[in-house]
């Protein structure tokens, strides 16, 4: 996963039912209701869980050490979703020790390798790089319409990237993968990779899981085009984002941490 920057994600708290009133509006449904069919279940099985259990969002100070707002972000989207989750007040070992002794029923941790949501009581674990993948590729489709049998091109071919290739197959799209490592794709079929950029403006659908960074341009766009970016910074910069932003789905945890929390309630 990308280290995250707590200028990114600081408003998260603040923002997040605006987030859901614009993302409903471009996919039709809110945060709660993605996460319920990236997972293949009723909504309500979502919200009795929120009913029901406790989450304990723990810091981790491993790495690189804490992200300023990272824990306080996650359990505002949890809270969103209706969960009572809550920040522990003690870090790594001692706060698991800590929301364990809250009878919390879910833990969600991070360190600079991986985010994950723990159901302890089923033993089930959720990752963050697979239901990012899962959660974009979910509101692709209910923005744009069915993936399958439709060409749908994967920009960066790392692990969250990979995810999305088997998602796609999964619904019947045909993922087209462009990484500007080829040595990422070498093992692909080759009818399965972008070698020319400049090709890109023949895909209306885009999944954009790169992190570098405002490096596409408005030329290389489909003029009809429909992109879920989970790749932070986002590859349009701020002028196109505004321009498209109707057609751009992207944020910097909520989709993410919500599929997490999903899988959990299954």
Same mark, same amino acid.
Not at 151 to 164: F, K, R, S
């Given at each position: 996963?990308?280290?995250?920057?707590?200028? #990114?994600?600081?408003?998260?708290?603040? &923002?997040?039912?605006?987030?859901?009133?614009? *993302?409903?509006?471009?996919?039709?449904?809110?945060? *709660?209701?993605?996460? +319920?069919?990236?997972?293949?279940?009723?909504?309500?099985?979502?919200?009795?869980?929120?009913?029901?259990?406790?989450?304990?969002?723990?810091?981790?100070?491993?790495?690189? %050490?804490?992200?300023?707002?990272?824990? $306080?972000?996650?359990?505002?989207?949890? $809270?969103?979703?209706?969960?009572?989750?809550?920040?522990?007040?003690?870090?790594?070992?001692?706060?698991?020790?800590?929301?364990?002794?809250?009878?919390?029923?879910? /833990?969600? /941790?991070?360190?600079?390798?991986?985010?994950?949501?723990?159901? #302890?009581?089923?033993?089930?674990?959720?990752?963050?790089? +697979?239901?990012?993948?899962?959660? @974009?590729?979910?509101? =692709?489709?209910?923005?744009?319409?069915? !993936?399958?049998?439709?060409?749908? *091109?994967?920009?960066? @071919?790392?692990?969250?990237?990979?995810?999305?290739?088997?998602?796609?197959?999964?619904? %019947?799209? !045909?993922?087209?993968? @462009? &990484?500007?490592?080829?040595?990422?794709?070498?093992?692909?079929?080759?009818?399965?990779? !972008?070698?020319?950029?400049?090709?890109?403006?023949?895909?209306? =659908?885009? =999944?954009?899981?790169?992190?570098?960074?405002? #490096?596409?341009?408005?030329?290389?766009?489909?003029?009809?085009?429909?992109?879920?970016?989970?790749?932070?910074?986002?590859?349009?910069?701020?002028?196109? @984002?505004?321009?498209?932003?109707?057609?751009?789905?992207?944020? #910097? /945890? $909520?989709?993410?941490?919500?599929?997490?929390?999903?899988?959990?309630?299954?």
């Amino acid at each position: 996963m990308t280290r995250l920057k707590e200028d #990114w994600i600081r408003d998260i708290e603040r &923002d997040i039912c605006e987030y859901d009133r614009e *993302l409903a509006g471009k996919t039709g449904m809110t945060l *709660l209701e993605i996460a +319920a069919e990236a997972n293949g279940i009723h909504p309500e099985r979502i919200r009795e869980a929120a009913e029901s259990y406790i989450v304990g969002v723990v810091p981790v100070k491993a790495g690189e %050490g804490i992200i300023g707002t990272f824990s $306080q972000s996650v359990a505002a989207i949890l $809270q969103h979703m209706g969960f009572h989750a809550v920040v522990t007040e003690a870090s790594d070992v001692n706060g698991i020790y800590e929301a364990f002794r809250a009878d919390a029923r879910y /833990l969600f /941790l991070a360190d600079d390798e991986r985010f994950i949501g723990i159901d #302890w009581s089923k033993g089930r674990v959720s990752d963050n790089n +697979a239901a990012t993948a899962r959660g @974009y590729i979910t509101a =692709l489709e209910q923005a744009a319409g069915s !993936l399958s049998g439709r060409p749908v *091109l994967i920009l960066g @071919y790392g692990i969250v990237g990979e995810e999305m290739v088997h998602f796609l197959k999964e619904k %019947g799209a !045909l993922p087209v993968v @462009y &990484d500007t490592d080829p040595r990422k794709t070498a093992g692909l079929d080759p009818a399965m990779v !972008l070698a020319d950029i400049g090709q890109m403006k023949d895909y209306p =659908l885009l =999944l954009d899981a790169t992190n570098k960074g405002g #490096w596409i341009r408005e030329e290389m766009l489909h003029p009809e085009f429909w992109m879920a970016a989970p790749g932070i910074p986002l590859s349009l910069d701020d002028t196109l @984002y505004n321009k498209y932003r109707h057609r751009v789905i992207h944020d #910097w /945890l $909520q989709l993410g941490t919500a599929i997490m929390m999903g899988e959990l309630c299954k």
